[in-house]
């Protein structure tokens, strides 16, 4: 299994970032897909996921209207579009894989994911 993150970087406020999570090795039609955040000195959050039989997304308001989430099943890749980035989302950003389809109320709950990517580093300056 391997989950490869990558689209971070250095991006002034108010700027956007594309990240892309590249996955092998499992049935990602079946699998939820999240986006986790650490800053540094604090708690790792989840931050957008989508189960991939459906569609169906759950995020942390305080993303909400600024960052939006996408599949492609063909390419075994989910996409995490950050637009209007905040100097707080700066962060390392990991995606993280649950084989199966997780319900609404787990899919933030780091817990719930069997497999993680090497995270991705994405800074906003101010």
């Known amino acids: 299994v391997q989950l490869q993150a990558s689209g971070g970087g250095l991006v002034q406020t108010g700027g956007s970032l594309r990240l892309s999570c590249l996955a092998s090795?499992?049935?990602?039609?079946?699998?939820?897909i999240g986006w986790f955040r650490q800053a540094p000195g604090k708690e790792r959050e989840g931050v957008f996921c989508?189960?991939?039989?459906?569609?169906?997304?759950k995020y942390a308001e305080s993303v909400k209207g600024r960052f939006t989430i996408s599949r492609d099943n063909a390419k075994n890749t989910v996409y995490l579009q950050m637009n209007s980035l905040k100097p707080e989302d700066t962060a390392v950003y990991f995606c993280?894989?649950?084989?199966?389809?997780?319900?609404?109320?787990?899919?933030?709950?780091?817990?719930?994911?069997?497999?993680w990517g090497q995270g991705t580093q994405v800074t906003v300056s101010s």
């Open positions: 989508i189960r991939n039989s459906d569609g169906s997304t």
């Open positions: 993280a894989a649950s084989r199966s389809g997780l319900i609404k109320t787990t899919m933030l709950n780091s817990d719930y994911y069997n497999y």
């Open positions: 090795g499992f049935t990602f039609r079946y699998a939820t």
